[in-house]
């Protein structure tokens, strides 16, 4: 893992997966956060978005996971200094990290099943950002 934090989170829709994955952090010996929820009781995306992107820093990476991703990873962007990428296969999370330095992954934990999710994962945790050309480009995004 190229950061010494991993957190993850997820609404109720995203619960079970992130069990399963915790499990596996667990098994496989990668250190990691887990900041809920707890439950599969119903509860709302954003507050776990909120949760998680208050501690990303340049040390961490996240991992948010709700029903489809899409409303998690929207409340994740909203924050400064994170890019939270919304993959649905491994390439993607892999170019996230590779052309756009993405520091949080987001996936739905209802199309997304356990291998693919520990497949994007790896390939998110272990591919350093490219720089270069890419660096110009990640400097746009934030705007005032």
Known sequence: MLRERLYIASDHAGYELKTKLCAFFKEVQIPFIDLGTNDEKSCDYSD???LLTSKIDEKSFGILICG?????SIAANRHKNIRCALCNESLSARLARKHNDANVL???GRLVGFD???DMIENFIKTPFDEGRHMKRIQKIEVD
């Open 48 to 50: 776990f978005a909120h």
């Open 68 to 72: 489809s991703g899409i409303g998690i």
């Open 106 to 108: 987001a996936f739905g």
């Open 116 to 118: 693919l999710a520990v």
